[in-house]
C-alpha cells in the first residue's frame, strides 16, 4: 500500500523557503563567529593563498551533510540515536562526549565574540552582553513556537550577506585571487598545514552533522503525512531530492561567505601586514582603520546576527545527542514540560559557554583552536557516520548509493589525512 506524499509547498518564494529548512539552516550555522575568526586569520596570514580550500571543502562538506540527512530523514533517529542503536555502548558514549566539549567551547567562544562585536558598536561591559546573549538565546530556543522560530533563523541567515558587501566596499586584487585559487601556493609548513586543519574544522564540524540529521527527524515529526523512510519508502523519491537540494545550496552558501570574509581579510588586513587575528572582533577592529568605518560595521554586525543564529544550534545539537544516548523525550517542537531533561541541557549548554568567558580562560582566544579540535574530533565521527549509512540493517533498502558513499569516503579521508599531517609536522 502506497503512503501519502508529505505536504510541502514547492512553489514561489513561500514553497522555497518551506523546502530550504535544515540544510540552510546548518550550512548558515558554519559561518559563526569561530568560522569568522577562522576565515579572517587564514586571510590575514595567507592573503588568497588558501582561498581554494573553500573551493575544495565544497562537495566534501555537501556530501558528508547529504549523508547526515539521510540518516536521520530515512531512519527516524539522529547521528547520536543511531550510535546507540546499532554500535557499541563505549563508542556511542565517548563520539557524544567528545561532541559535547567540542560545543561547550564553541558555545563560549562564540558568546564571547559577539559579547566583544556588540562593545564595539555600543560601548559597555562584554560580560554582561555575553550574560545577556545566552539568556535571550536560551529563551528562544526553549519558549519559542517550533515553526515560528525555524522561521527566525532562517531570517538570519540573511545576516551573512554582510560579508559579501564588505568584499565589494574594499580594494579587491580579483586577478590574483583568481590565479591562487586555480594555482595555489602550496606548503608543508606546519602553520599552513595548521590553517587547512581549520579551515576544514569550520567547513566540516560535528555540531553540523547532528543538527541536520536531527532537524530532518523534527521536520518528519511535523510534516503531516511524513514518516521515516524505511516505513514510507513511495517518498523517498521527492525526499531525496529535497535533502539534496536544500543541502547543496546551504552548503553552497555557507561557503560562498567564507570566501567572502577571506576575500575581505586577504585585500585589506594581509596587505596592510596585519597577520595576526585573535578573534572575529579583532578583525572587525582592525577593519576600521584600514578599510573605513562602514566595512567595520557590516563586519562587527554580522558577527552578532551570525553568532544568534549559530548558537542555538550549538546549544539544540548538544542536547538532541545527549538526549538520544539517554533516550529521552527530544525536539524543539515539544513543549518544556513533555522534555525537562531536553530543554534543561540546552540552558545548562549555553551557561557553561557563558560562564568559560568569566574565568581566566579566555574562550575567544581558543576560536581558531576550537575550529582544530572540530576537526580532529570530526574524524571518529565520520567514521561512525559512514558505517552507519552503507548498513542494511541500519538504512534498509536507502544505503548510500555509489557516488555519495566515495565522496563521503574521499571527505572523511581528506580530514584525517590533514589531521595526521598536523600532528607529524608538530612533533618534528
Keep these: 500500500m502506497s503512503t501519502p506524499e508529505v505536504a510541502r509547498p514547492r512553489t514561489g518564494p513561500r514553497g522555497f523557503l518551506k523546502v530550504m529548512g535544515p540544510g540552510l539552516i546548518t550550512g548558515a550555522s558554519d ?20 582561498a581554494w580550500t573553500l573551493l575544495f571543502s565544497y562537495p566534501l562538506m555537501a556530501a558528508i551533510q547529504e549523508i547526515s540527512a539521510r540518516i536521520g530523514r530515512v531512519t527516524g ?96 586584487s580579483w586577478g590574483r585571487l583568481a590565479k591562487e585559487l586555480l594555482w595555489p601556493p602550496l606548503s608543508d609548513a606546519p602553520e599552513y598545514l595548521m590553517a587547512i586543519v581549520a579551515v576544514l574544522g569550520t567547513t566540516i564540524s560535528p555540531y553540523l552533522f547532528f ?29 531525496f531530492a529535497r535533502i539534496r537540494a536544500d543541502t547543496y545550496v546551504g552548503m553552497g552558501l555557507s561557503n560562498l561567505i567564507a570566501l567572502f570574509i577571506v576575500i575581505t ?30 566595512t567595520f560595521l557590516v563586519f562587527a554586525a554580522g ?40 530543554y534543561a541541557t540546552i540552558a545548562v549548554a549555553t551557561l557553561l559557554g557563558a560562564i568559560l568567558n568569566f574565568t581566566p580562560i579566555d574562550p575567544m582566544r581558543a576560536l581558531y583552536w576550537s575550529a582544530v579540535l572540530n576537526g580532529i574530533v570530526a574524524v571518529p565521527v565520520m567514521i561512525a557516520m559512514m558505517n552507519l549509512s552503507v548498513r542494511a540493517d541500519v538504512m534498509g533498502e536507502f544505503t548510500l548509493p555509489a557516488g555519495l558513499r566515495i565522496v563521503g569516503w574521499i571527505a572523511t579521508a581528506a580530514m584525517a589525512a590533514t589531521v595526521v599531517a598536523l600532528g607529524s609536522s608538530a612533533i618534528s
Aim: one cysteine or more.
Design 211 to 239: 543538527w541536520q540529521a536531527e532537524e530532518e527527524v523534527e521536520d518528519e515529526r511535523q510534516a503531516r503525512g511524513a514518516r521515516p523512510l524505511v516505513r514510507a519508502p513511495d517518498q523517498a523519491p521527492s525526499e
Design 265 to 294: 581579510t586577504a585585500a585589506t588586513l594581509h596587505e596592510h601586514g596585519v597577520t595576526t587575528i585573535a578573534t572575529s572582533a579583532d578583525a572587525a577592529e582592525a577593519l576600521r582603520t584600514i578599510a573605513g568605518p562602514l
Design 303 to 342: 558577527i552578532i546576527g551570525t553568532g544568534l543564529l549559530t548558537i542555538p544550534v550549538l546549544a539544540g545539537s548538544a542536547a538532541f545527542a545527549l538526549g538520544e544516548l539517554f533516550s529521552w523525550h527530544v525536539g524543539l517542537a515539544r513543549k518544556p514540560h513533555r522534555a525537562k531533561a531536553f
Design 31 to 50: 559561518d559563526d563567529p569561530s568560522g569568522i575568526a577562522t576565515y579572517s586569520q587564514v586571510g590575514a596570514e595567507f592573503g588568497y593563498g588558501l
Design 77 to 172: 533517529y539522529g547521528i547520536a540515536g543511531n550510535l546507540k542503536r546499532h554500535s557499541p555502548a563505549w563508542l556511542a558514549r565517548s563520539l557524544v562526549l567528545l561532541f559535547l566539549l567540542t560545543n561547550v567551547v564553541n558555545l563560549g567562544a562564540d558568546l564571547g565574540a559577539m559579547g566583544a562585536a556588540l562593545r564595539l558598536l555600543v560601548p559597555g561591559p562584554v560580560l554582561l552582553y555575553v550574560a545577556l546573549f545566552g539568556v535571550a538565546s536560551a529563551l528562544l530556543e526553549i519558549f519559542a513556537d517550533y515553526a515560528r522560530y525555524v522561521a527566525i533563523l532562517k531570517w538570519l541567515c540573511l545576516s551573512l550577506f554582510s560579508y559579501v558587501i564588505c568584499a565589494f566596499a574594499v580594494d579587491v
